[in-house]
């Protein structure tokens, strides 16, 4: 039995905070629940997915946050709980839906997380989606710890149940991939049936309907402040003249600056989880117990600016800092110093920080950037193109996947990256505005989840352009998820179709397809030639199985290589394909048997035919 | 109680996570309270893999620059690049078995001298470890068991509010049961390998 689904209420589990949220959601009766991955949501549903094999509740994933948001909007508006989950970006795929439904509302429970991620330790941007409650007129709610997340899951679907509105759950990366120990509460078993009532009058926004309806979602959005100013989420720890407002992992450091600093009896923490609509009521009384007020919240000044404004209307003087050139930036993640750090300075208390070694002595050490796995199919496809198009003046716009690391040298193929899916829509536009040889790379589910409309825009326009479809049968990057392309039977799944990705890009009227087999790499070449010689739009269709996922699955046949005598030091194999599995010994190089799996796209690149089949490797 | 901080080190595929798992079930078993904090973005793609473990009350799962009370490498030039972490207090334990980065294969950088990465550390922390843990983990019958072999280490220093009775029991309750009597063996070769430095 999957560990989420103990029944034991009372034991306690270290948790992931993604498990934790897993759990919480289970614990509260989650009857639906969809998402498109993406880290750092991305253990949520993959452990929503496990448990729902042998729980009574319906997972999906979606082809796109925006078709996982609907799914969960109809659903919940059928009457049953619902959670979407997605990482921020994502919320940007979804908004459509997602403004509107704020009209519409919901009568089963509706929970929306966005996984933010402030550093960008796996994401394009830091956008701080706080707004998003705000832009939306919705209730947001963000934990402070691993505990407090699987908790606060139960309490949004209450909360979005009493409002009838769809409630958003902020994490940021620290909460989602941190652990803790958590307490199991009882599981409420789920209602999975739910039953459509026609209500055209509140269900169909057109601007008839809509304009009632706003007007009922801004009740509701002040009938939410007046929860958040009693809930138990928004709370004062503390007592002191000195005040400190935050949210999330904030409130942690916090704790233990004051602690540190031994401040607790001078200064006071609002604590803030509630945080949209932000409890003006509760806040304008805590400014008036304080003399000057700190504000620690990481991304955007969002409770800055609103709490300054809560001042104004009051007329009080006080001091209210927070985002400042000296105190807190609005990039990145805290840490626990810099929040001791700038509460001493802004509070005038001494604080030595911790000292730092002197580093200046110290070589510089090789990065060490994340790498395409030994015997993946993308560093073939990437060589087989750039051998193709030698000679052009190319463009190569890519997408979001691990072949984005395709960019690093020494393959250097990425030029332009935006977004889920632009690498198609991009590339009409280097078409229209460039005489460059336009050449795209998109994986089989960011095509499914955004670059299909790319390539009918292309087609439709007639653009000049080659779009590689990087088909590696799984969603790799964020942990070999299913997507619509994937034989889900090689996972033991049944009920489910599979879509082509050829029988799709064919039905699109695309002029010239071409499909390969990128480890047979002479004769890719070739195909790849003909295919960018092509005016107008043209297709290829890399197929070759994710590796890594070859090996989960057990269908992954090593056959290790070596080089041989015949080396004459050419190296053409480490310096155009760079593959982990090459390692350089005394300016020779070498193989590394137990990295590599057999691949031979360097066996066929190498001048000599010196690279072979280790023979009675075991 | 007091707070300890620890910070563990290693490539995607060493086993970090693991070895952090084991650390946090122990805690739990041991009623101690913890938190930790991990980067796995892209592990499973050779890069970097960092854990923060916080032992103690506190609130913080995340460990500053200066910190860290041990930090544990897995890889010898993960360890010196880590060094921000560590204060002239520090016990630092490594694995000296490089896994040099591609990189390095490919003429973007220079793989630190052993000798000269040993001394630098030394002068800048308190205590430095440093041993061959992928031989020990050869000798344990598990050339991944690297991870459980520090974990060894590590508890033999003392400085974790562990014992290494409750790692081998989180070992033998949360661990897969085919690796159970490797992983034990790899902790107390871990173990002694630690008292003899």
Known sequence: MHKLLTNQPGEKMLLLGNEAIARGAFEAGVAVASTYPGTPSSEISLNLFQMSHESDFYFE???????????????????????????????????????TLAYLGVKGGMVIL???????????????????GKFAGLPLVEPSSVAEAKEMVKYAFELSEKLQEPVIFRTTTRINHSNGIVELGPITPPQTQGYFKKDPMNLVPVPAVARNLHVKLLKNL?????????????????????????????????????????LENKAKILRIGFSNPLPASLIKDFLKGCTKVLIIEEGEPFMEEAVKSFAFEEKLGLTIKGKDETLFSRLYEFDPVMVTKNIASFLDVAYTPPEVPDLSDVPEIPQRPPNLCAGCSHRATFYIVKQAAKGMDTIYPTDIGCYTLGFLPPLSMGD?????????????????????????????????????????????????????????????????????????????????????????????????????????????????????????????????????????????????????????????????????????????????????????????????????PLKNHE | MDVTRLIIVAVGGQGNLLSSRVLGEAALLAGIPVRMSEIHGMAQRGGVVESAIVFGDAESSIISDGCADVLVGFEPSETLRAVNKCSKDTVVITNMTPLPPFTVAIGRGVYPDLDQLQTLVKQKTARLIAFDAAALAKEAGNVLSVNMVLLGALIQTGILPLTAEQIKEAIRTKTKKAFVETNIKAVDLGIAAAAQS
Do not use: W
Not at chain 1, 64 to 91: T, Y
Not at chain 1, 119 to 124: D, E, H, I, N, P
Not at chain 1, 251 to 262: M, P, S, T
């Open chain 1, 61 to 99: 994933y979606s082809t796109n946050e925006k078709v996982s948001l609907e799914v969960a909007a109809a659903a919940a508006n059928s009457g049953v709980r619902s959670f979407c989950m997605m990482k921020h970006v994502g919320m940007n795929v979804a908004a459509d839906a997602f403004m």
């Open chain 1, 114 to 132: 966005s996984a933010d991620d402030p550093f960008m330790f796996s994401s394009q941007n830091e956008q701080d989606n706080r707004y998003y």
């Open chain 1, 222 to 262: 002040k009938l939410a402040e007046e929860i958040a100013a009693q809930s138990e989420y928004n709370f004062i720890d503390g007592d002191g003249e000195l005040g400190i407002i935050c949210n999330g992992v904030s409130y942690g450091y916090a704790k233990d600056a004051l602690k540190e600093l031994k």
């Open chain 1, 416 to 612: 332009f990256l935006v977004c889920m899916g632009a690498s198609a829509g991009a590339s009409c536009g280097f078409s229209a505005a460039t005489d460059q040889k336009v050449i795209a790379f998109i994986g089989d589910s960011t095509f499914f989840h955004s670059g299909i409309a790319g390539l009918v825009n292309a087609v439709f326009n007639n653009h000049n352009l080659t779009l590689v479809i990087l088909d590696n049968g799984t969603t790799a990057m964020t942990g070999h998820q299913p997507n619509p392309g994937v034989e889900m039977e090689k996972l033991g799944l049944e009920g489910y179709n599979r879509i082509s990705i050829k029988a799709v890009v064919e039905a699109l009227g695309v002029p010239k397809i071409t499909v390969i087999k990128p480890f047979k790499v002479r004769k890719s070449i070739k195909a790849v030639k003909e295919a960018l010689d092509f005016k107008g739009v043209s297709v290829i269709i890399s197929e070759e199985i994710c590796t890594l996922y070859a090996k989960g699955l057990k269908t992954l046949k090593v056959r290790p290589f070596h080089i041989t005598d015949k080396c004459k030091n050419h190296k053409n194999c480490i310096n155009e394909l760079a593959c982990p599995a090459f390692i350089l010994e005394n300016d020779r190089v070498r193989i590394d048997p137990d990295l590599c799996v057999g691949c031979a796209v360097c066996a066929q690149i190498c001048p000599e035919n010196a690279i072979l």
